[in-house]
């Protein structure tokens, strides 16, 4: 294998800053996040819900936020098996 760490350089080449994609960009993660809503909602069914949504709700984001880090972290480590 030539350089593994080829795909890790200049990551963010081709990308735009213009406005509107980045505004449409938003748009679709504030819609892809939407699911936290549903499920704060069913807090009124829980007894004794603040210390309840306090701890499971720093837990889960940690654990969507790292998913998320390690699912990046695997594409573009991948790219480097592709021809």
């Not at 350089?3 to 819609?31: K, Q």
């Not at 909602?41 to 969507?64: C, R």
Request: glycine letters at 8%; charged letters at 10%; one cysteine or more.
């Amino acid at each position: 294998m030539a350089d593994p760490g080829l795909n890790f350089r200049n990551s963010f080449e081709g990308t735009t800053n213009n406005g509107n994609d980045l505004s449409v960009a938003l748009v679709n993660v504030l819609f892809a996040y939407n699911g936290y809503a549903n499920a704060f909602g069913l807090a009124n069914e829980i007894k004794n819900p603040i210390p309840t949504l306090k701890l499971n709700g720093a837990v889960s984001i940690t654990i969507v936020a790292l998913l998320y880090i390690f699912c990046n972290i695997a594409y573009f480590a991948a790219g480097a098996f592709l021809p």
